[in-house]
């Protein structure tokens, strides 16, 4: 019950740390059961009652150290939180991940790794937090407010140093509240006025400083007025115009000073017009000329103000992918990045006016792109329908980020994406906001051993018994050899990587040599197979093979090494070499047998025909000497 003590070995003398109601960045409980120190230099307390505590050191400006302590106890609300409030064991893996074991909670996996994605979402049981409608847009205005449009509840302002959330929704018994509940864009301009898009409500312009706002509707009485009340994206160009691109309006210019709107819209009997009147998105080049996003891309020339069309050939690769444009982002080499609904990533080189593709089969984690950002790195970040995906262009590879790296959702919204000026992003999708620092997203570096963890015969599992002989004479885990019989021609392996950082992620690549798939495959024999973690094997011939797995963490850092066992499947006795010399053998002396026996004929013939020639030749005698008696009685004096 005296809290934590620290010893200073040159003075000898102990410095304490209570609870105190009064200090909530003090120790939260005055029983500590256990304390370690991991290998990034941190301090870590369980308590009894109060949770898990973090000691943090800063040097104070008179020289000296001072410490906190940061708090992680459990939230009813927070599956994610510490599962009880005492805890009595520590320990820290070879990975980095810290285990918690406490009483009547079970055992609490922290990793310190995971990425770093701030998360802005709807609390039922906390008003102070984001509507329960998915987020539609996102802006950052030059004092660091953070404003959140939603898809049906208004907009948010979010006051992010004192956690404080402000809502402007629409009260249909309040003429001065907010006009309509569907935000899908939101601006603030260099002449700091504060602008929203609604899907339906039209333009909406917001003083900040008195609370109240001017709409600006379609009147089809006026000519000058908003083209379509569903805006989609607002634009402020260098010399300061307001573009506003509407869903059934084509694009709109505004006149600050009159208020009023000149109009672009689709002529099917002109090509240089506007392609459709549903635009999506806006981009200014780094030359100043106006890329839009029309069902095709678009390029505006503001002295001709003509549009040349850029659209998708199914007869051209070089061609745009999808004409369904949902963001565009020019890099700092002059590529335009562009985000497709059904086409995944594409590239748009403005020399030649080629496009490049990233799809599905390309590492992209869904061929549906929300929002295109680029960090100083040139790295892309996309939004998807499957998570949060990086481009590293340089190496052509893909880092993808889902909702177990702690993002809002798999799903994300179109024209919910921002690239604030500290080089932070903001993405948003079906149940909230997430942000966060390109830089702070650090790759796991820690590849994980993989075990083989089971193994099947016919999809059934093979025990260790002393009743009976089994394929296994120890555990798979530690087995380096097995001998099958040709009649086991179905089985198979379980596997698993040994990293627990997010274990859901690991992927898995197995290979068995000896059936030919090292020459056939331009990776080595290895059969990538993602997630699974199972191979199965059927009707090999017998012969000696050498199974091998190995396994990536969730980042996609590759074991070098990898697990193998050696298999034998014994043949039938008629494939057996033994059988085949019996064979060879038994052969020859059938050989043998047939050729003696067909001597014995014909020695046989060969004295049968002797005896009979001799019985010919005693027969002919015979008749010789009747012939000579008869000579001699029919002339006895011959």
């Given at each position: 019950?005296?809290?934590?003590?620290?010893?200073?070995?040159?003075?000898?003398?102990?410095?304490?740390?209570?609870?105190?109601?009064?200090?909530?960045?003090?120790?939260?409980?005055?029983?500590?059961?256990?304390?370690?120190?991991?290998?990034?230099?941190?301090?870590?307390?369980?308590?009894?009652g109060g949770g898990l505590e973090r000691l943090r050191a800063w040097h104070l400006d008179?020289?000296?150290?001072?410490?906190?302590?940061?708090?992680?106890?459990?939230?009813?609300?927070?599956?994610?939180?510490?599962?009880?409030?005492?805890?009595?064991?520590?320990?820290?893996?070879?990975?980095?991940?810290?285990?918690?074991?406490?009483?009547?909670?079970?055992?609490?996996?922290?990793?310190?790794?995971?990425?770093?994605?701030?998360?802005?979402?709807?609390?039922?049981?906390?008003?102070?937090?984001?509507?329960?409608?998915?987020?539609?847009?996102?802006?950052?205005?030059?004092?660091?407010?953070?404003?959140?449009?939603?898809?049906?509840?208004?907009?948010?302002?979010?006051?992010?140093?004192?956690?404080?959330?402000?809502?402007?929704?629409?009260?249909?018994?309040?003429?001065?509240?907010?006009?309509?509940?569907?935000?899908?864009?939101?601006?603030?301009?260099?002449?700091?006025?504060?602008?929203?898009?609604?899907?339906?409500?039209?333009?909406?312009?917001?003083?900040?400083?008195?609370?109240?706002?001017?709409?600006?509707?379609?009147?089809?009485?006026?000519?000058?007025?908003?083209?379509?009340?569903?805006?989609?994206?607002?634009?402020?160009?260098?010399?300061?115009?307001?573009?506003?691109?509407?869903?059934?309006?084509?694009l709109s210019k505004m006149d600050r000073w009159k208020r009023t709107f000149t109009h672009?819209?689709?002529?099917?009997?002109?090509?240089?017009?506007?392609?459709?009147?549903?635009?999506?998105?806006?981009?200014?080049?780094?030359?100043?000329?106006?890329?839009?996003?029309?069902?095709?891309?678009?390029?505006?020339?503001?002295?001709?103000?003509?549009?040349?069309?850029?659209?998708?050939?199914?007869?051209?690769?070089?061609?745009?992918?999808?004409?369904?444009?949902?963001?565009?982002?020019?890099?700092?080499?002059?590529?335009?990045?562009?985000?497709?609904?059904?086409?995944?990533?594409?590239?748009?080189?403005?020399?030649?006016?080629?496009?490049?593709?990233?799809?599905?089969?390309?590492?992209?984690?869904?061929?549906?792109?929300?929002?295109?950002?680029?960090?100083?790195?040139?790295?892309?970040?996309?939004?998807?329908?499957?998570?949060?995906?990086?481009?590293?262009?340089?190496?052509?590879?893909?880092?993808?980020?889902?909702?177990?790296?702690?993002?809002?959702?798999?799903?994300?919204?179109?024209?919910?994406?921002?690239?604030?000026?500290?080089?932070?992003?903001?993405?948003?999708?079906?149940?909230?906001?997430?942000?966060?620092?390109?830089?702070?997203?650090?790759?796991?570096?820690?590849?994980?051993?993989?075990?083989?963890?089971?193994?099947?015969?016919?999809?059934?599992?093979?025990?260790?018994?002393?009743?009976?002989?089994?394929?296994?004479?120890?555990?798979?885990?530690?087995?380096?050899?097995?001998?099958?019989?040709?009649?086991?021609?179905?089985?198979?392996?379980?596997?698993?990587?040994?990293?627990?950082?997010?274990?859901?992620?690991?992927?898995?690549?197995?290979?068995?040599?000896?059936?030919?798939?090292?020459?056939?495959?331009?990776?080595?024999?290895?059969?990538?197979?993602?997630?699974?973690?199972?191979?199965?094997?059927?009707?090999?011939?017998?012969?000696?093979?050498?199974?091998?797995?190995?396994?990536?963490?969730?980042?996609?850092?590759?074991?070098?090494?990898?697990?193998?066992?050696?298999?034998?499947?014994?043949?039938?006795?008629?494939?057996?070499?033994?059988?085949?010399?019996?064979?060879?053998?038994?052969?020859?002396?059938?050989?043998?047998?047939?050729?003696?026996?067909?001597?014995?004929?014909?020695?046989?013939?060969?004295?049968?025909?002797?005896?009979?020639?001799?019985?010919?030749?005693?027969?002919?005698?015979?008749?010789?000497?009747?012939?000579?008696?008869?000579?001699?009685?029919?002339?006895?004096?011959?």
């Amino acid at each position: 019950g005296g809290g934590v003590n620290r010893f200073n070995e040159e003075t000898r003398k102990f410095e304490r740390f209570r609870h105190s109601d009064d200090d909530p960045r003090g120790v939260s409980h005055d029983i500590v059961l256990t304390i370690y120190g991991d290998r990034s230099g941190n301090i870590w307390m369980g308590t009894y009652g109060g949770g898990l505590e973090r000691l943090r050191a800063w040097h104070l400006d008179d020289g000296k150290i001072g410490y906190t302590f940061e708090h992680f106890v459990n939230d009813p609300t927070d599956e994610e939180s510490l599962a009880n409030n005492s805890v009595g064991v520590l320990y820290e893996d070879r990975y980095g991940i810290l285990w918690v074991g406490t009483f009547g909670g079970a055992l609490n996996k922290f990793d310190k790794q995971k990425p770093k994605f701030s998360y802005y979402k709807h609390n039922p049981q906390n008003s102070n937090s984001l509507p329960g409608e998915g987020v539609s847009a996102i802006f950052v205005d030059k004092d660091g407010i953070l404003w959140i449009g939603t898809a049906g509840g208004g907009f948010s302002r979010i006051d992010r140093e004192t956690g404080i959330y402000t809502q402007y929704v629409n009260d249909p018994n309040n003429p001065k509240s907010f006009p309509h509940s569907r935000v899908t864009a939101i601006l603030e301009d260099s002449h700091d006025e504060f602008w929203l898009g609604t899907s339906g409500g039209g333009l909406v312009n917001f003083d900040k400083e008195t609370n109240t706002f001017l709409q600006y509707v379609n009147d089809p009485e006026d000519e000058t007025s908003l083209s379509h009340n569903i805006v989609r994206v607002i634009h402020e160009d260098r010399d300061g115009n307001l573009w506003i691109g509407t869903h059934g309006g084509g694009l709109s210019k505004m006149d600050r000073w009159k208020r009023t709107f000149t109009h672009y819209r689709a002529n099917s009997e002109d090509p240089s017009s506007l392609h459709t009147n549903r635009v999506r998105a806006i981009h200014e080049g780094s030359d100043g000329v106006l890329w839009i996003a029309n069902d095709v891309l678009s390029k505006f020339d503001p002295v001709k103000e003509e549009f040349i069309h850029y659209k998708h050939d199914p007869k051209s690769m070089t061609t745009l992918s999808d004409n369904s444009i949902r963001s565009i982002y020019e890099d700092s080499k002059g590529f335009l990045w562009i985000g497709t609904l059904r086409g995944g990533l594409n590239r748009f080189t403005k020399r030649n006016g080629e496009f490049e593709h990233w799809r599905l089969q390309d590492g992209l984690p869904n061929d549906v792109v929300y929002g295109v950002l680029g960090d100083v790195h040139d790295n892309i970040w996309v939004s998807t329908n499957r998570g949060i995906s990086m481009l590293d262009d340089e190496n052509n590879r893909f880092q993808n980020y889902d909702i177990s790296d702690g993002l809002q959702s798999n799903e994300f919204s179109s024209g919910a994406y921002y690239l604030s000026e500290n080089g932070e992003m903001f993405f948003g999708g079906i149940n909230g906001c997430n942000s966060f620092f390109p830089d702070s997203i650090r790759t796991n570096p820690h590849a994980p051993n993989v075990v083989i963890t089971g193994f099947q015969v016919f999809n059934q599992e093979i025990q260790i018994t002393d009743e009976e002989t089994t394929q296994l004479k120890q555990s798979i885990t530690i087995t380096d050899s097995i001998v099958l019989s040709y009649k086991d021609n179905i089985f198979s392996f379980d596997f698993a990587a040994l990293h627990y950082s997010n274990p859901s992620k690991n992927q898995y690549a197995y290979r068995m040599v000896g059936l030919g798939s090292e020459s056939a495959s331009t990776r080595g024999g290895w059969q990538y197979v993602g997630t699974r973690r199972n191979a199965t094997f059927t009707n090999l011939n017998p012969g000696e093979y050498i199974f091998s797995v190995k396994g990536s963490n969730n980042d996609g850092q590759w074991q070098e090494s990898e697990t193998s066992i050696h298999i034998t499947i014994v043949p039938p006795f008629w494939r057996t070499w033994w059988f085949y010399i019996l064979c060879v053998v038994a052969g020859i002396g059938t050989i043998y047998l047939l050729m003696k026996g067909r001597e014995k004929v014909l020695v046989m013939r060969v004295n049968s025909l002797e005896r009979q020639v001799e019985n010919l030749k005693e027969e002919l005698k015979e008749q010789e000497e009747r012939y000579e008696r008869k000579e001699k009685e029919i002339n006895p004096f011959g």
